[in-house]
């Protein structure tokens, strides 16, 4: 009797290309005039019927791919994917370009694939706004990274010499966590303005009720919580056979420590700081409420005028920004632990 192959299907691809193939029956751009007008949803191939076939042939390329394992079949999915990206990128410009302008095809040429989509000329209309969204937002994040590295990094290595600190830091660290992002805005302002008031010449320093005083606060504060779990986990994770190791090479304590226990532990806490740095930089949006600025006062203005094209334009850089930062930490914790295995 002969064994017949087990055949391995890639369960969350397939159910990906199940959702693409639903979501082609949906409009895919949105056509108006400006922005105060809702609009009329068009399909993709009322402008270019050639789209329907190339989204058929990478369709079913990937459903194709479901059947393949292994790390082939994940670098040709990942072919397949950023080809058809690219293609409904390209074919979305077009699609703009075709409804929002009729011309000669040389003007056409020159007047840019993408430059009549709506987010587009929201940019174009709000450079100036867009860049300095763009500093206050790495302001924010380097404001707050910066002093929770100070106070985070002694606090976890303190509270890793004693376990009986343990419990009463946790305890306070995760209460600040658990307050929600605009409450704790919230409470910090009339502390703050009072203070100011008291100290008027704390005011010179930027200190205020408002600003960004509070949101960097209270972003240090959410910060700690994953930063002190990182440097006390990633020190108790060092093995013991290492540590007997350097006692019996005849290392001090701080040697081990130096030496030891802080280059093993380090990719457990980058993994931490990751997390801090991504959670920031999305709760830097909320942070706007109360006038700190950075890519949340475009998201908000956008919301107050019923404009989703200037919404996109704060929440895309969002985006961009956390997955740039995920994935340039990866790299360093990959690269990190193969220098350590070597």
Request: hydrophobic share 55%; proline share 5%; net charge positive.
């Amino acid at each position: 009797m002969s064994d017949v192959a087990k055949i391995t299907v890639n369960r969350v691809l397939l159910l990906l290309v199940v959702l693409t193939l639903l979501a082609v029956a949906l409009p895919f751009i949105n056509y108006a005039p400006n922005r105060l007008v809702s609009g009329e949803g068009r399909q993709l191939w009322e402008i270019w019927p050639a789209t329907i076939w190339m989204l058929t042939g990478a369709g079913c390329a990937l459903f194709t791919l479901c059947f393949v394992p292994g790390k082939r079949g994940s670098v040709l999915t990942l072919i397949v994917a950023q080809t058809l990206f690219i293609i409904m990128l390209w074919g979305v410009g077009r699609a703009a370009t075709q409804l929002a302008q009729e011309g000669s095809p040389l003007a056409l040429l020159f007047s840019g694939t993408f430059d009549n989509l709506s987010l587009l000329k929201e940019y174009t209309n709000r450079q100036d706004v867009f860049d300095a969204a763009l500093v206050q937002h790495l302001m924010l994040l380097a404001g707050t990274v910066l002093p929770a590295l100070a106070i985070g990094l002694p606090l976890g290595v303190w509270c890793y010499f004693s376990a009986s600190r343990q419990g009463p830091v946790f305890t306070v660290l995760n209460v600040i966590q658990t307050i929600p992002s605009v409450a704790l805005f919230g409470l910090l302002i009339a502390p703050l303005a009072g203070l100011v008031k008291q100290f008027p010449w704390l005011a010179t320093f930027g200190v205020a009720g408002t600003g960004m005083t509070p949101a960097l606060i209270a972003l240090v504060l959410y910060a700690l919580l994953p930063l002190v779990r990182g440097v006390v986990a990633g020190l108790n994770q060092v093995p013991r056979d290492a540590l007997e190791s350097a006692r019996a090479m005849g290392m001090s304590s701080g040697q081990r420590f130096r030496h030891v226990q802080l280059p093993l532990a380090l990719p457990v806490f980058l993994r931490s700081l990751r997390v801090v740095m991504v959670q920031t930089v999305g709760m830097a949006v909320v942070a706007a409420l109360i006038g700190a600025g950075g890519f949340g006062a475009l998201v908000f203005q956008g919301l107050l005028s019923s404009a989703i094209d200037l919404v996109l334009l704060g929440v895309i850089p969002v985006i961009a920004l956390a997955v740039v930062i995920d994935a340039l930490f990866d790299l360093g914790i990959a690269f990190l632990k193969g220098a350590t295995d070597d």
